[in-house]
């Protein structure tokens, strides 16, 4: 608790100029519903809050695309929340070039973000054109397998050092009454999982290729082998996938039901709700292990613009409580993500951010995340497909690469 004093102090000394100013009320959307995201909410509502005056008022929407879409009709609607979930990449450029969000470029360079924000990439998603737009929060890989290890034990198998490892052991899994891979029916689970297998087939480089440069050439000669593979995990997953949220999924891997599940770590904040301890409980595997990888995805947070200087001012002190340290360590290690800095207090880590920031300390094992790269209308073809994929076994996979590559070509 005295850490958490210390720095409702400090910052609060930092904000604290005219005591005439006025207080205002910034009113939050964001998507964060489950346990673990609720928890790493809270820590932000509650650090802004001590900071004395102004206050979060807390409005979540279920799901990130009625979150985003609730945002944008709002702005558009002339009736604007204070600060706005996102994720990094092309879901706000219209608002950017409309002139429709808080510069944040003073603030930034006050506080040198450029200088402790890494890596580079997560500041792109907000330095844009040279001006701070946005606030990146954390940096959310989806590159992770959590593994119950008491459902390994009980199946008398080793935890998978690689996904062909996993598909080996899966029958004595199951044999063994566990389900061997849990996954949600939502397509952005079923296309986010696909991408984590082809990430860990073809490395960095080639993912690039393919998603970046769009080399049809390349995604014909390699995407039929990962269209294989991922129509193997699916003999091994549950019936009761298709209606399930991905924190249900990941609960069937905390009470021992399930083996594996492959999702982003904000999975780790439902173990740490829990009580789950990794190394004990449960594994987060980046696979293969040989040649480990993170993605730079995660959330940030616009403000949009305001006709109230009270409520703008409360903005710009919000944007600042985001990126300090302490805060940084508080919320990273309740929301299963890394921070965007690396002179956090690493002594509230846990061992899966430890290793999550071992793995993005080194550049070649960093994929970027492709969204950076496509449009939400390439990105949603990219998902349908994944989901029509897995859902229908009568779709071959020459066909599937055929839409995949169709999909790359008309690509905006």
């Known amino acids: 608790m005295n850490k958490l004093v210390s720095v409702v102090a400090v910052m609060a000394a930092a904000f604290l100029g005219s005591t005439s100013a006025r207080a205002a009320d910034v009113e939050v959307i964001h998507w964060w519903t489950s346990g673990g995201e609720q928890a790493a909410v809270s820590v932000f509502a509650r650090e802004f809050d001590a900071?004395?005056?102004?206050?979060?008022?807390?409005?979540?929407?279920?799901?990130?695309?009625?979150?985003?879409?609730?945002?944008?009709?709002?702005?558009?609607?002339?009736?604007?929340?204070?600060?706005?979930?996102?994720?990094?990449?092309?879901?706000?450029e219209e608002l950017i070039a409309g002139g429709l969000l808080l510069d944040l470029t003073d603030l930034a360079t006050k506080e040198n973000w450029a200088g402790f924000i890494r890596p580079a990439s997560i500041s792109e998603a907000c330095l844009v054109d040279g001006k701070w737009w946005c606030v990146p929060v954390n940096i959310h890989s989806w590159n992770w397998a959590w593994a119950s290890i008491p459902a390994f034990e009980k199946a008398g198998v080793a935890l998978p050092t690689s996904f062909d490892e996993f598909l080996a052991s899966a029958p004595k899994l199951k044999e063994a009454g566990v389900i061997p891979f849990a996954i949600g029916g939502e397509s952005w689970q079923i296309s986010g999982a696909f991408g984590v297998l082809q990430t860990s087939m073809l490395g960095v480089e080639k993912r690039a290729k393919i998603m970046k440069d769009k080399d049809?050439?390349?995604?014909?000669?390699?995407?039929?082998a990962v269209f294989t593979k991922w129509r193997e995990f699916k003999q091994y997953s549950d019936e009761g996938s298709a209606n399930r949220n991905w924190n249900d999924t990941t609960n069937l891997v905390v009470t021992d039901q399930a083996a594996l599940q492959i999702m982003g770590d904000w999975a780790r904040g439902e173990f740490g709700v829990a009580g789950e301890k990794p190394g004990v409980d449960y594994a987060c595997l980046a696979l293969p292990a040989a040649a480990p990888t993170v993605t730079t995805g995660g959330d940030i947070f616009l403000f949009p613009k305001q006709s109230d200087p009270a409520v703008e001012a409360a903005q710009l002190k919000m944007a600042s409580m985001m990126v300090n340290p302490q805060v940084q360590a508080l919320f990273n290690n309740a929301k299963g993500s890394m921070p965007i800095r690396d002179d956090v207090d690493m002594s509230l880590a846990d061992d899966c951010m430890k290793r999550g920031l071992e793995i993005i300390g080194n550049d070649a094992n960093v994929a970027v995340d492709a969204g950076r790269w496509l449009s939400n209308d390439t990105t949603g073809q990219m998902n349908d497909l994944a989901a029509q994929f897995w859902a229908d076994d009568s779709m071959s996979v020459d066909d599937a690469v055929a839409k995949y590559v169709e999909i790359l070509q008309n690509a905006d």
């Open 51 to 92: 900071l004395g005056g102004d206050k979060w008022v807390d409005t979540a929407i279920a799901g990130g695309e009625n979150a985003r879409s609730a945002t944008l009709q709002r702005i558009l609607g002339g009736d604007p929340p204070g600060a706005a979930q996102f994720n990094p990449g092309r879901q706000y």
């Open 216 to 224: 049809i050439e390349l995604a014909k000669a390699e995407m039929p």
